[in-house]
């Protein structure tokens, strides 16, 4: 049997995929017990945009090529970078055209 399968994720799937990357992000930040402006100001982040990152609204330029943001936000999370490049890895769907 022969099945088409669709490598584009769906609207639902990729903001599935925003919120899943936004609460890993809110569970690790509560988890060392930092606030949204704690964590905001030492990424370099408005506390907003945070918050919005949060609730699953993602910028693009977050996973961009040279990583700052993404660097910013694992040192305000004290994880490594490559364990917060690996969740971005497995969340790929939230940025997916």
Partial sequence: MFYLVSHAPSSAARRAW???????????????GRSVEEAAQLSGMASSEWAAVEAGHIPADL???????????????????????LLVHLCQGAWAA
Avoid: K, P, T
């Fill in 18 to 32: 925003r919120e899943l990357f936004g609460s890993m992000v809110q569970d690790r930040r509560e988890a060392i």
């Fill in 63 to 85: 996973v961009s090529d040279d990583g700052a943001r993404l660097r910013s936000m694992a040192d305000a999370l004290e994880v490594r970078f490559d364990h917060m490049a």
